[in-house]
């Protein structure tokens, strides 16, 4: 099971951190990521942090950074400069050999 915490309200520029944890141990060689999806609209990937590399969709390189915490079973998005259009429901999800599973999803609303 993913939990995902952190998201909220935040004005336009501002920043904000989600975290990810899974309830059981993960795999380091376990694929995680972060995907959005803003109202009405289909579920886009953002980040993905592997144990050899990360990547981010253009829409957010510079602006997002991923990390994981091995030890903790944890994966975050820190999300700096944020932007109206980044509004969504974040999702973490984690690719395993068993299998691809998601979290419940978090709201991050940018407005002002």
């Known amino acids: 099971q993913l939990v995902e915490s952190g998201g909220g309200l935040v004005q336009p520029g501002g920043s904000l951190g989600l975290s990810c944890t899974a309830s059981?141990?993960?795999?380091?060689?376990?694929?995680m990521g972060w995907y959005r999806q803003p109202p009405g609209m289909q579920r886009d990937y953002i980040a993905h942090a592997s144990i050899t590399d990360t990547g981010y969709a253009d829409s957010v390189k510079g602006r997002f950074t991923i990390s994981r915490d091995y030890g903790k079973n944890t994966m975050y998005l820190q999300m700096n400069s944020l932007k109206p259009e980044d509004t969504a429901v974040y999702y973490c999800h984690v690719r395993t050999i068993y299998g691809d599973f998601w979290g419940q999803g978090t709201q991050v609303t940018v407005s002002s």
């Open positions: 059981g141990s993960i795999s380091r060689t376990a694929l």
